[in-house]
């Protein structure tokens, strides 16, 4: 057992060996964010269809996987989708970066969250608005993208930011099965160490942690401030 005393200097030492490796989090990340915003808007489109059978698919998929712990899932893809790839369509996956499973995993994640944000946000915007803007001469589309989604958008931010700082900490489950990002890389200096300056090195990846965190709180509150501001004046 360590028995060293607490070293405040250490976390400082330790930020700048730490902060190169937040690169890899932040990559892994906002990929899974945009995959899981397009297959959350297909997700959401699905649930607003007027057929049953596509949306009880829908909300099935929801369903299972907020329901099915975050590890559980990377697990399953890491060791479950190359093996279903090969004996099924002959696909070797062995050599594909660890990264990728990561991706795939927050993907189907994030979608089944957002998919929700986005379809009570729709279903919050009047009806009558959309009503209103065919009749006065907009396409559907035009009315969509002129006047519900922007609303929409309004409404949904919040939500939206908060789902996207929970996958950002949710990424750090990537060390479990070998990638190195930042935490993956606080565990490797700490083997390097011997197990010693554990404290002090958590420490140091919980505050790139915080303020990653609210760099994201701050951005999309700025952007709800710009996005109400341009609809109150529109």
């Not at 915007?125 to 001469?137: H, L, N, P, S």
Request: hydrophobic share 50%.
């Amino acid at each position: 057992m360590d028995t060293r005393p607490f070293s405040p200097e250490v976390i400082l030492t330790s930020i700048p060996a730490l902060l190169p490796y937040l690169a890899v989090t932040l990559v892994v990340g906002v990929t899974s964010i945009l995959t899981g915003s397009l297959l959350g808007m297909l997700l959401a489109w699905a649930k607003l269809s007027g057929n049953r059978i596509i949306r009880a698919l829908a909300d099935g998929y929801t369903y299972i996987i907020r329901c099915t712990p975050s590890i559980v899932l990377l697990f399953i893809v890491f060791y479950g989708l190359p093996k279903l790839a090969e004996e099924e369509f002959g696909i070797d996956m062995d050599d594909l970066s660890r990264a990728v499973f990561v991706i795939i995993t927050f993907t189907l994640l994030f979608g089944a969250y957002v998919s929700e944000v986005f379809r009570s946000a729709y279903e919050t915007v009047e009806r009558g608005q959309y009503e209103a803007a065919v009749t006065i001469g907009l396409s559907p589309v035009q009315a969509f993208f002129h006047v519900l989604l922007p609303q929409a958008a309004v409404i949904a931010l919040p939500n939206f930011g908060n789902s996207v700082i929970n996958l950002m900490k949710e990424s750090a489950l990537a060390y479990t099965i070998g990638l190195i990002d930042l935490l993956g890389k606080t565990n490797l200096i700490l083997a390097q160490n011997y197990g010693a300056y554990g404290v002090e090195l958590y420490i140091s990846c919980l505050l790139i942690y915080w303020g990653l965190s609210i760099l994201i709180e701050r951005a999309f509150l700025q952007m709800e401030a710009r996005l109400s501001h341009r609809e109150a004046g529109a």
